[in-house]
């Protein structure tokens, strides 16, 4: 059907408004920039889809936004006094805020786009998530890979972004746009981070390692108590109280509270001290230089000091360490969220829930085989304190372990017995069993 003579044709003609088949040329990246700036965004950088650093995320990229062929990033800026704050109130009223304006503003240049002809959307800053994946990836866009290929900043050892003005005081957006421009932006050449290891220092669950590894089940456990898994764990509490004093002897009535407000005003963080403590970026690092001891002083140790509960895994090295460099604190132990029910989330979550120093002294090669509703093969190798997990046998095993899948998830949900297991030939050894126990002592209960 021939629609060039159609009204709606017309009147775009007439107005001299461009038509979506009309725009094969690229859009002038310094129009695009200004746009995005006069939108309220504090920094911008563009980057293709075919760049080889997307090339983990390039499919979930795609499946979202198929005409997908630039990302436009962009940064804006936190108080940085406000995430300091020992009170959480604070910075948790910090980071909801400038989340909703880092929404507001991409909605914002995505309708200008689309004003323009040029077809967009914008992915969440944080939450909402596609939570019918969970414990999987639960995000369109994986923002910080897509900033630092945006000339946006650089990791640093805590994880965060560090733009090399503002810092980690930022939070991140990303568009997704139909439309090539007229030059891309590249990752900056230095990294703003210090390494001066205060957001080791400040960790109250010790998730970050001097050695820059990193335990996310330990932050993910405590950080994120309100959000997904914790509210998980929490419901779990509620359901299987038998009464309101049962309940209240599982969950203190602060507890009750914080959560509440969680579900009132917005899932709140229990620390993110990384990113308060961290001294880097232009705009701030100044007192740093001054005076190093003061602003320890001011800055970390109010935060080290700070009496409160701190969750972790039980038999997790976050609890060894909140009791070893935290006695102000108290752990309390709480459940295991990150419960895998396939294969891949398995053997991807394994490094996530690792524990390095429950495994140290293990050296060994597991051959995984399961059987049942998945049937795959797989390998794990836990050495010098690393694991490593991969997609089908490879080397000589030290034990091999044959499971039925829905066992083995069962097993590690806590819903099913490893005895019961063994017994009904569900998980069958070839090797030494205690490498089986070993292997169960690297991960947090």
């Not at 200004?34 to 889809?49: E, K, N, S």
Request: include cysteine; charge should be neutral.
């Amino acid at each position: 059907m021939d629609l060039s003579a159609h009204p709606t044709v017309e009147r775009l003609k007439r107005r001299n408004r461009p038509i979506a088949a009309d725009l094969g040329e690229p859009l002038d990246a310094a129009w695009l920039r200004r746009v995005v700036l006069d939108a309220g965004a504090d920094d911008v950088g563009f980057v293709p889809i075919d760049r080889p650093a997307l090339d983990d995320q390039r499919e979930e990229i795609l499946k979202a936004f198929p005409r997908t062929r630039t990302l436009i990033s962009i940064v804006v800026r936190m108080n940085r006094e406000a995430i300091r704050a020992p009170a959480r109130s604070i910075a948790n009223l910090e980071f909801h805020h400038v989340g909703d304006v880092v929404n507001d503003l991409t909605r914002r240049v995505v309708r200008i786009l689309e004003d323009s002809g040029v077809r967009a959307l914008n992915p969440a800053m944080g939450f909402p998530m596609e939570m019918a994946d969970f414990p999987g990836r639960i995000w369109v866009v994986s923002h910080k890979p897509v900033a630092v290929e945006a000339g946006l900043g650089r990791m640093g050892i805590h994880r965060n972004v560090i733009h090399e003005r503002f810092g980690n005081f930022i939070l991140l957006g990303t568009i997704l746009m139909d439309a090539e421009v007229t030059q891309y932006d590249r990752p900056i050449d230095f990294n703003p981070c210090l390494e001066c290891k205060l957001c080791v220092a400040a960790c109250p669950v010790g998730a970050i390692d001097p050695d820059g590894a990193f335990d996310f089940s330990a932050c993910y456990t405590h950080n994120y108590r309100e959000f997904m898994g914790g509210f998980g764990d929490w419901a779990e509490q509620v359901a299987g109280s038998k009464s309101a004093l049962d309940y209240r002897r599982r969950v203190t009535e602060p507890e009750s509270a914080s959560m509440w407000q969680s579900l009132s005003f917005g899932a709140n963080y229990k620390a993110a001290y990384c990113l308060s403590v961290c001294p880097a970026g232009e705009d701030v690092i100044g007192p740093y230089l001054t005076d190093k001891r003061a602003f320890m002083n001011e800055t970390v140790v109010p935060l080290q000091e700070k009496e409160e509960v701190v969750y972790v895994l039980g038999n997790s090295d976050a609890e060894e360490h909140v009791a070893r460099r935290f006695p102000g604190k108290t752990a309390r132990r709480v459940g295991n969220s990150l419960r895998p029910r396939r294969v891949d989330d398995f053997l991807r979550g394994l490094p996530l829930v690792f524990q390095r120093k429950k495994s140290a002294g293990l050296s060994a090669t597991y051959h995984f085989t399961f059987t049942g509703a998945e049937q795959r093969e797989a390998t794990i190798e836990i050495r010098d304190q690393r694991i490593e997990a991969r997609e089908g046998h490879h080397g000589r095993p030290d034990l091999c372990v044959v499971v039925d899948c829905a066992t083995w998830f069962g097993f590690l949900a806590g819903e099913k017995s490893l005895l019961w297991a063994l017994l009904r030939r569900k998980i069958r050894l070839h090797g030494p069993p205690r490498l089986l126990v070993k292997f169960g002592r690297c991960f947090p209960s």
